[in-house]
Nanobody, 123 residues
Framework: QVQLVESGGDLVESGGSLRLSCVVS??????IGWFRQAPGKEREGVSC????????YYSDSVKGRFTISRDDAKNTVYLQMNNLEVNDTGIYYC??????????????????WGQGTQVTASS
C-alpha cells in the first residue's frame, strides 16, 4: 500500500522559512510533486523532483525561493521554502506517480496523495 505523509507546516511571518517533509512508503522508486491549495482557489503545482536523476521543476511563483530535494535513504522529499509571502498560504500536498521515475508532465496525472499540511504566512 502506497502512503505519503507530509509534515512541517506552520504559521510564520512573511519573509520567514519553513521546510516541509514528505515520507513515502510502499514504492521502490518515485518522483514527487508538491502542490498547494489556497482557500477558494484551485490546486496548483509548486515543484517536482525526478527519482532517477534528481532533476527538478518549479512554478514561476516560487522559483528562486523554494528548493525541492530528496533523501532516498529515508524515502523522504523536502520542500525548503524561504522568503515566504502571504500568497504562499495554503494546504501543501505531496503526490507521486506509480511506476514512474520522471516528473514529465509534472502538473498532472498523479496516483497517490498525502493528507496535506497547512502553511500560513502572515503579513
Amino acid at each position: 500500500q502506497v502512503q505519503l505523509v507530509e509534515s512541517g507546516g506552520d504559521l510564520v511571518e512573511s519573509g520567514g522559512s519553513l521546510r516541509l517533509s514528505c515520507v513515502v512508503s510502499g514504492l521502490d522508486y518515485f518522483p514527487i510533486g508538491w502542490f498547494r491549495q489556497a482557500p477558494g482557489k484551485e490546486r496548483e503545482g509548486v515543484s517536482c523532483i525526478n527519482d532517477s536523476d534528481g532533476l527538478t521543476y518549479y512554478s514561476d511563483s516560487v522559483k528562486g525561493r523554494f528548493t525541492i530535494s530528496r533523501d532516498d535513504a529515508k524515502n523522504t522529499v523536502y520542500l525548503q521554502m524561504n522568503n515566504l509571502e502571504v500568497n504562499d498560504t495554503g494546504i501543501y500536498y505531496c503526490a507521486t506517480k506509480h511506476g514512474k521515475h520522471s516528473c514529465l508532465g509534472w502538473r498532472t496525472d498523479y496516483d497517490s496523495w498525502g493528507q496535506g499540511t497547512q502553511v500560513t504566512a502572515s503579513s
